[in-house]
């Protein structure tokens, strides 16, 4: 029979004769075998308190492939004497809802609560997530979703408002080493690797313990006799695709990591994530467009060459295309690390347009409308004007701002790069107004 907590029911009469997979012979029978999440399931973390209370509250399980949330929300049934439900939002619908919520009804009825398990919860579209509303509110379900999105784009609002979110992590080398080594123990001997190879498996996992122990199946697989150095391995297993998906969270952290490298000026780490980017597949024409639009923002006039190495580059790859053209880009990602950073042009734009959303529809000075009519010039369009190629330095000092509004001051360019020298002509230009503005006072 089936433990509680536990899916399924009795064994069936051939069920112990089929082979069972390595990750789920090893997979962890208590909470204290879970590895990688001890943040969470410590004692003082907050689902080890929970489970000493036992009292589960509704939760959201994120994190990335691999990380023991199936396994997590099982024990925690397991732990805390509820049934464990499991439904995956792939497969199933809104008469499978149904059919839980009656049962999970019936059985709290009978003295037994109900943890209700939806793999891949973000699948469910609105309408079905507010439809756990009610059951999760009167308690005839404890909700326990896990999902590898952001949740706070792809759930709603109102049941994420009651339910607690907690992120898992991806599995580091340690808790990786921990997984070899129970491999190795249940199949009694070592994996056939040296320990250059031992290292390639772990980062081929990639933070994910079931792709790891799938991988080592494959190794117990081979020959006897069969010893592996990384070149070895990398013949005899097919790598892993990274984790990157384009129009998901990972896209966005991705390019997010390529600016903020970019702004902090570290062209090394910034290399990085470009290469990540390519290697998950990510259009190059994307990168391109992001690091023109950062040559605009983040460097402006401090150097005013980083936009044309940028429309460079990008007009360089649609000629030559992938993989040639990939390098255009990679060159202008270290020109861009190593520019001189000012945001002052972005500040500028910014502050002016709140400034003429504020002041509304005040109309120019008339001294600086043309008159091309009779009435127009009766009225003082174009009266006083002055010429500034006609003055001493080419240079009027006249007001240009609306009547009514007082100067301000937008652009204040910084003391790094090209706008070092724009700084000393806008101190330039300020200095003639002022005197200019003495004369006549005076």
């Known amino acids: 029979m089936a433990k509680r907590g536990e899916s399924g029911g009795d064994a069936g009469l051939?069920?112990?004769?089929?082979?069972?997979?390595?990750?789920?012979?090893?997979?962890?029978?208590?909470?204290?075998?879970?590895?990688?999440?001890?943040?969470l399931l410590k004692a003082d973390g907050p689902l080890g308190r929970m489970v000493a209370a036992r009292r589960l509250a509704s939760m959201v399980l994120w994190g990335p492939p691999g990380c023991g949330k199936t396994t997590i929300a099982r024990l925690l049934a397991h732990s805390t004497d509820l049934h464990f439900e499991p439904l995956s939002a792939v497969f199933s619908g809104v008469a499978d809802l149904r059919r839980v919520f009656d049962a999970a009804r019936a059985r709290r009825l009978a003295g037994q609560g109900t943890l209700l398990f939806i793999d891949e919860i973000h699948r469910f579209n609105r309408s079905q997530q507010d439809g756990f509303l009610p059951y999760v509110e009167d308690g005839t379900v404890t909700l326990v979703g896990a999902t590898t999105e952001n949740p706070s784009f792809e759930l709603?609002?109102?049941l994420l408002s009651r339910a607690q979110v907690f992120v898992l992590n991806r599995l580091d080398d340690a808790a990786l080493e921990k997984l070899l080594s129970?491999?190795?123990?249940?199949?009694?001997?070592?994996?056939?690797l040296d320990a250059d190879a031992r290292a390639?498996?772990?980062?081929?996992?990639?933070?994910?313990?079931?792709?790891?122990?799938?991988?080592?199946?494959?190794l117990f697989a081979l020959p006897a006799g069969t010893m592996l150095d990384s070149n070895g391995l990398a013949a005899t297993i097919q790598r892993r695709a990274p984790l990157y998906d384009k129009a998901q969270?990972?896209?966005?952290?991705?390019i997010s990591a390529l600016h903020k490298s970019l702004r902090g000026s570290d062209t090394d780490a910034a290399l990085y994530w470009y290469s990540r980017m390519l290697d998950g597949g990510e259009d190059p024409r994307y990168i391109a467009r992001r690091l023109t639009r950062f040559a605009v923002e983040d460097i402006g006039l401090a150097d005013p060459n980083a936009l044309t190495h940028a429309i460079a580059a990008w007009e360089a790859y649609e000629r030559?295309?992938?993989?040639?053209?990939?390098?255009?880009?990679?060159?202008?990602?270290?020109?861009?690390?190593?520019?001189?950073k000012s945001n002052a042009g972005y500040t500028a734009y910014k502050s002016a347009v709140r400034a003429a959303k504020e002041t509304g529809s005040l109309m120019p000075p008339k001294h600086i409308l043309n008159a091309p009519t009779k009435l127009m010039k009766n009225i003082g369009y174009g009266k006083?004007?002055?010429y500034d190629h006609d003055t001493a330095d080419g240079f009027s000092g006249q007001n240009y701002f609306p009547d009514g509004m007082e100067r301000r001051d937008f652009y204040r360019p910084v003391e790094r790069g090209f706008e070092r020298e724009l700084r000393k002509r806008q101190d330039y230009w300020s200095k003639l107004?002022?005197?200019?503005?003495?004369?006549e006072q005076g």
């Open 14 to 39: 051939f069920e112990s004769a089929v082979p069972r997979p390595l990750a789920d012979r090893l997979r962890p029978r208590s909470l204290e075998e879970v590895v990688g999440q001890n943040h």
């Open 156 to 158: 709603n609002a109102a």
């Open 182 to 192: 129970r491999a190795e123990a249940e199949m009694g001997r070592p994996l056939p």
């Open 200 to 218: 390639a498996v772990k980062a081929m996992a990639d933070g994910d313990g079931r792709f790891c122990l799938n991988l080592c199946e494959e």
């Open 249 to 254: 969270e990972g896209h966005y952290n991705l």
């Open 320 to 340: 030559l295309g992938s993989p040639e053209g990939e390098l255009a880009i990679a060159q202008l990602v270290i020109y861009l690390g190593t520019a001189p």
């Open 384 to 386: 006083g004007y002055e």
């Open 433 to 439: 107004r002022e005197r200019r503005g003495e004369g």
